[in-house]
T-cell receptor, first 113, second 113 residues
Framework: DAGITQSPRHKVTETGTPVTLRCHQT?????MYWYRQDPGHGLRLIHY???????DKGEVSDGYSVSRSKTEDFLLTLESATSSQTSVYFC????????????FGEGSRLTVL | GNSVTQMEGPVTLSEEAFLTINCTYT??????LFWYVQYPGEGLQLLLK?????DKGSNKGFEATYRKETTSFHLEKGSVQVSDSAVYFC????????????FGTGTQLKVEL
């Protein structure tokens, strides 16, 4: 158990509304990531963080913002949700080894109507 | 840039059959390689890893060998079980400073009795 909790696990919202997904870790790891999973695309990196208030963009960052005010929490915000953001979102933390493997949360399924 | 290419699925096998899922990669540096597994409704779990050429990662009867000459990391299992039905993802991260894991698109495996 890597100590990662995502919330909410399921959410249905309407186009144009703001949405925030939360990732909480109990492991005190420096690196945290947000991925989205879509059929035919595998997992694509949205944003990641390498420390409190230190974040960087991934390959599909448009329409998303993130914040990390505490080591344990990494928030993903959709300022104005669109139907193309319907997806399953996974948070991950980078383990303590040098080999870089990630440990994933259970996912948050977001449906934008 | 870095990329991972996996064979398309779904792959359907009978129980006790031999499994191979092909994975090839392109990397600008020297990567560590991973196989992750995703069971229905769950997040990704690390299945095995290899950090240098000719390393063999193994776990739960699955094996994969890091082949630098062919830039491949094919997943194999000698005798699959129904419980192995899942989606398998090949991934890489650059060693020595890489912060981002790059995934293939995933290969769905269905094992039937």
């Amino acid at each position: 158990d890597a100590g990662i909790t995502q919330s909410p696990r399921h959410k249905v919202t309407e186009t144009g509304t703001p949405v925030t997904l939360r990732c909480h870790q109990t492991e005190n790891h420096r690196y945290m990531y947000w991925y989205r999973q879509d059929p035919g695309h595998g997992l694509r990196l949205i944003h990641y963080s390498y420390g409190v208030k230190d974040t960087d963009k991934g390959e599909v960052s448009d329409g998303y913002s993130v914040s990390r005010s505490k080591t344990e929490d990494f928030l993903l915000t959709l300022e104005s949700a669109t139907s193309s953001q319907t997806s399953v979102y996974f948070c991950a933390i980078r383990g303590g080894s040098d080999t870089g493997e990630l440990f994933f949360g259970e996912g948050s399924r977001l449906t934008v109507l | 840039g870095n990329s991972v290419t996996q064979m398309e699925g779904p792959v359907t096998l009978s129980e006790e059959a031999f499994l191979t899922i092909n994975c090839t990669y392109t990397a600008t540096g020297y990567p560590s390689l991973f196989w992750y597994v995703q069971y229905p409704g769950e997040g990704l779990q690390l299945l095995l890893k290899a950090t240098k050429a000719d390393d063999k990662g193994s776990n739960k009867g699955f094996e994969a060998t890091y082949r630098k000459e062919t830039t491949s990391f094919h997943l194999e299992k000698g005798s699959v079980q129904v419980s192995d039905s899942a989606v398998y993802f090949c991934a890489l991260i650059l060693t020595g400073g890489g912060n981002k894991l790059t995934f293939g698109t995933g290969t769905q495996l269905k094992v039937e009795l």
